[in-house]
């Protein structure tokens, strides 16, 4: 398989990956009869007209498994179909074209999907040992830009002369598995008083919050925005925000490993706008932090460097547990209890993507309607895709408004207005 682009997601619009099972001759009995064998193979499937034919990426089985039982090797196979027909299904939040832009990110995110659907971790298990094959081999091939030495080699405990590559994929969680007791949104009627509290304290991350909570932001596109970046939808963005999100990293005097200081999805995204919110965020946070051109970072340290990934994470977990400090002196009784609740869970900056997910999940057709890949598009040019900006903000406000009602907060009084 020499062909980098043998997968090509821009033109997926009408297929979906199979695996077929195929026989074949691998060597004559004494008697001279054929000794055939059967082999599971990739295939790809034309939805229009059902047909069919192997695909190139059969290579992978049969360079891991060819001489492997059938079930064995048909295991893998379906493992690999379900990993590729999830990326077709998600090439456009993703800006998928082909093979080359696969990161690990997918893979994690993929076998979290299993999870969310309910899949048994033992079931996970086994699908993540063949992604973590598959990356391997795509590596090794130089298909994609992970190098070699991002897999970790171990040997294995009861044998000193068997090793193994150990999964590569973070923060991946299982059904049953309670030392992932991983938080992944906020309760509804929590999420506008988290964002008042970040506001009111004038944390350095405010905005950023914003962003994550109504635009779905990962922490490393947040610390490399510059203010040229960002492009405001009404008077200071009142009605959103669309960010430039570019693959740059603006420490470039720091290493890092984690990759929390790296954009992955080049693209524009909307955030969107509450109120009159992101125009109070966003106004606010320039006053505080006034960048001196469009090249400095939107957000920096007490050193006017930009803020770093790890930085970010710090303010984070300092804003959350002031949050349920604040909920435990509370004297709703609902809010104690639910402050016991909240830090029983591990809860970090990944939630404001949850949140994001969880408030469009039954207003937008889907993320693709707030995502849009950039390519070598220019902001004019997206801007089509913007038009119904104004419906998704009154949808968000009318879900928002129903569960607050008159107890929304007010960003104008200088406290929290919870009771």
Do not use: C
Not at 139 to 156: G, H, S
Not at 242 to 261: A, F, M, P, Q, W
Not at 300 to 306: M, V
Not at 360 to 376: H, M
């Amino acid at each position: 398989m020499e062909n980098k682009n043998v997968v090509d997601f821009d033109q997926s619009g009408y297929i979906k990956f199979i695996v077929r099972s195929v026989w074949s001759q691998i060597a004559k009995s004494k008697d001279g009869s054929p000794d055939e064998k059967e082999f599971a193979v990739i295939a790809i499937k034309n939805r229009r007209n059902n047909k069919s034919m192997i695909h190139p990426l059969t290579d992978f089985i049969f360079y891991k498994w060819k001489y492997s039982a059938f079930n064995t090797m048909k295991s893998h196979a379906y493992n690999l179909v379900k990993f590729l027909n999830f990326l077709i299904e998600n090439k456009t939040y993703y800006n998928l074209s082909s093979l080359t832009d696969l990161n690990l990110e997918h893979g994690s995110d993929f076998l979290n999907e299993l999870t969310y659907n309910q899949v048994p971790r033992s079931t996970v298990k086994k699908i993540e040992r063949t992604l973590t094959e598959f990356y391997i081999y795509l590596a090794k091939r130089n298909f994609i830009t992970i190098e070699m030495d991002t897999f970790e080699k171990k040997t294995k405990p009861y044998n000193k002369y068997e090793t193994y590559y150990v999964s590569p994929f973070h923060e991946v969680n299982y059904l049953g598995d309670k030392k992932n007791n991983i938080l992944h949104t906020l309760p509804d009627e929590y999420i506008l008083y988290f964002l008042e509290m970040a506001f009111q304290t004038k944390s350095v991350i405010a905005l950023g919050v914003y962003m994550q909570f109504f635009g779905g932001l990962r922490v490393g596109e947040i610390v490399n925005l510059r203010l040229m970046d960002v492009s405001t939808l009404g008077s200071y963005g009142e009605n959103g925000l669309v960010l430039n999100i570019e693959s740059r990293t603006l420490r470039t005097d720091l290493s890092n490993t984690s990759g929390s200081n790296y954009v992955k999805k080049p693209r524009y995204q909307l955030v969107l706008g509450y109120k009159n919110w992101a125009k109070v965020f966003y106004k606010t946070h320039l006053e505080i932090y006034p960048a001196k051109s469009g090249s400095d970072p939107l957000f920096i340290n007490k050193h006017g460097y930009a803020l770093t990934g790890q930085s970010y994470r710090y303010y984070f977990n300092k804003l959350k547990e002031e949050f349920l400090s604040y909920l435990r002196s509370s004297n709703n009784a609902d809010d104690k209890m639910a402050s016991l609740t909240l830090a029983s869970f591990k809860w970090s900056t990944h939630l404001g993507r949850g949140v994001f997910s969880n408030l469009l999940a039954e207003e937008a057709k889907n993320l693709y309607e707030v995502s849009f890949p950039r390519g070598d598009s220019s902001f004019e040019s997206v801007m089509p895709y913007f038009a119904n900006t104004t419906r998704m903000k009154e949808k968000l406000e009318n879900r928002l408004d129903t569960l607050y009602g008159s107890n929304s907060p007010d960003l104008t009084k200088p406290e929290s207005s919870q009771s």
